[in-house]
């Protein structure tokens, strides 16, 4: 989630305590590594989690007649290959009293795609950080860092900028921007319900999960109907729509479902860490510091070390710690919302198609009880050097409310026949 800066960064800036990042930036960091391979369950999880009904990635007869004659992995499951989903590189440094959220993400593909057995190695290096004024928490530090994928052929899969959001704690309850009631909306008067349960969330009726079923069908369709075609760059236009893509209601199942097809969620499943600073160090608050990530206390009691139930994760799936962090309810994963967004142009561009580059921008959170409304369109087409054929697609992600989830621009390379 981005906060929209109101002002630019002014003496107040001062406030929040960013003195110790500088001597970080364009340092490189310990690489992260997971213990076991890419395996083929740990795809069909994957896409399971992110809602990708794509059978080219869980089904092996129709992976058989593919282009690749087997199931491989989307291009979205890069980001389970690390340690961290991104947030390292871009969370160095003590910030005192504040915690996380992510803010964007930036991709580069370079082409080679991971497969069953395949092991990657994640370089990360701080990138840069700057501070404004937000709405949501007043002084606000947006950080990136760099993550760089390579397979064990010494093939680069991908680069990744992730953008994280710190901010202070108590600021942001402060500010209370969601309202008492958890609204992300903007009284648009397409909610699930005219009033929200006692938990804040929105109230679907029968009729109403019915029909959201039903236009889950158009994204479906478009998959199956395109099959092992190609996607001709000739045969696209400016202004064509994809098909709409709904995702959700959002609950705390499906956030925990998302969370476990992480494989570093998974007790010793790390060889290289995310980080060797803990949580405390980088400056969250002692209620959210706790343990995860610390390969230490992870072989003498590995709940402890667990982002679902302590540590600064844990405001996703517990409700009481998603208000401590400034947020109403239980909330998703910025790097889910990242997956959802690829995911969702790589479906439209098929398998002879490729995803060259990627930028999101993360302006809103899913929110436990609401769905997500991903549309986009072709705006540019374009030959460059090598002759690479790109379409250019803008994706809006929106909940039932029209509040603005994310924004993104896709760059499609598409086979020229």
């Not at 990708?52 to 087997?70: K, Q, V």
């Not at 700057?130 to 606000?140: C, E, I, N, S």
């Not at 950080?143 to 052929?153: A, E, H, K, V, W």
């Not at 198609?353 to 540019?380: C, F």
């Amino acid at each position: 989630m981005t906060p929209e800066p109101t002002t630019e960064p002014t003496a107040d800036d001062a406030t929040l305590d960013v003195s110790d990042l500088d001597r970080h930036m364009g340092v490189p960091m310990r690489p992260g590594e997971l213990k076991e391979p890419v395996a083929l369950n740990d795809i069909r999880r994957w896409v399971q989690a992110m809602h990708y009904p794509n059978p080219l990635h869980y089904d092996e007869r129709w992976a058989a007649e593919s282009r690749w004659g087997e199931i491989l992995a989307p291009l979205s499951f890069t980001v389970a290959c690390d340690t961290s989903h991104g947030a390292s590189p871009a969370q160095v440094g003590r910030i005192p009293g504040s915690h996380l959220i992510f803010g964007g993400d930036e991709w580069w593909f370079f082409g080679p795609r991971i497969r069953p057995g395949d092991s990657l190695v994640c370089h990360r290096m701080p990138y840069d950080y700057t501070v404004a004024d937000t709405k949501f928490a007043g002084p606000t530090c947006f950080q990136r860092g760099d993550t760089l994928y390579i397979n064990q052929r010494g093939e680069r899969i991908a680069l990744q900028r992730s953008t994280s959001i710190r901010y202070r704690v108590k600021q942001a309850k402060e500010k209370d921007l969601f309202g008492s009631e958890g609204s992300s909306g903007t009284g648009s008067g397409r909610s699930a319900s005219e009033a929200p349960a006692a938990s804040g969330e929105p109230e679907w009726t029968d009729e109403q999960l019915a029909e959201l079923e039903a236009r889950k069908l158009a994204f479906i369709e478009q998959i199956q109907s395109l099959g092992h075609d190609k996607r001709l760059f000739a045969s696209v236009e400016e202004g064509d729509l994809l098909a709409e893509h709904v995702i959700g209601p959002h609950s705390l199942a499906s956030f925990a479902t998302e969370w476990r097809a992480y494989p570093m969620t998974i007790w010793g499943a790390t060889a290289k860490g995310p980080t060797t600073v803990s949580a405390e160090e980088l400056g969250y608050t002692k209620e959210m510091a706790g343990y995860e990530g610390d390969r230490r206390m992870e072989r003498l009691n590995p709940e402890l070390t667990d982002g679902a139930y302590y540590g600064p994760s844990r405001g996703h799936l517990q409700p009481r710690w998603a208000r401590h962090v400034g947020m109403p309810r239980g909330y998703g994963y910025g790097a889910s919302m990242g997956a959802w967004i690829l995911d969702y142009v790589a479906a439209w561009g098929g398998e002879w198609a490729t995803i060259a580059h990627s930028k999101a921008s993360y302006r809103n959170p899913a929110l436990t009880g609401d769905a997500t409304i991903l549309t986009g369109q072709v705006v540019e087409k374009r030959v460059e050097r090598r002759r690479q054929h790109l379409a250019v697609v803008k994706v809006d992600m929106r909940n039932q409310d029209d509040a603005v989830m994310a924004t993104a621009t896709v760059e499609v390379e598409l086979p020229a026949e």
